[in-house]
């Protein structure tokens, strides 16, 4: 009869042990899965940034084009108000909240091309800029 109270005592102790071991996994799995997600929100927000840019730098070889083709950094009041109008509309292939601008740098040969645009997801504006210089 003293071996089987011993038995059961020992069994006692250790009741519950296994719940408790199981909590822990779960727990350590949870974390786990919630690092992967937070990894998986900045990878689509780094995709989407990379895209923004991408867009930018193809609208500014538009421009930059347009320049080569005329042979001159200055363009028609029309076809810079068209550019900027595309440029602001993400609909188009532009960028939301897109603004861009052309300053004349030195002599008349150079230019400098600038997009500015705010994403949604972002606290603050991001800016390319491109720097144009025509043979003469």
């Known amino acids: 009869m003293k071996k089987l109270r011993e038995k059961n005592y020992l069994h006692r102790g250790e009741a519950g042990v296994a719940l408790l071991e199981v909590l822990v996994a779960v727990l350590l799995f949870s974390l786990g899965l919630l690092g992967l997600i937070g990894l998986q929100a900045r990878a689509v927000s780094f995709s989407v940034d990379a895209e923004d840019r991408n867009r930018a730098a193809i609208l500014a070889n538009e421009l930059v084009a347009t320049m080569w083709l005329n042979r001159s950094t200055t363009l028609s009041a029309d076809a810079l108000k ?14 939301p909240g897109g603004n861009g601008t052309v300053s004349p ?31 003469l």
């Open 82 to 95: 068209a550019w900027n109008k595309r440029v602001g509309d993400p609909q188009s292939g532009g960028l």
């Open 105 to 135: 740098v030195g002599t008349g040969n150079a230019a400098d091309v600038t997009i500015t645009w705010q994403a949604p997801s972002s606290s603050t504006s991001s800016t390319l800029k491109t720097h144009v210089e025509l043979p």
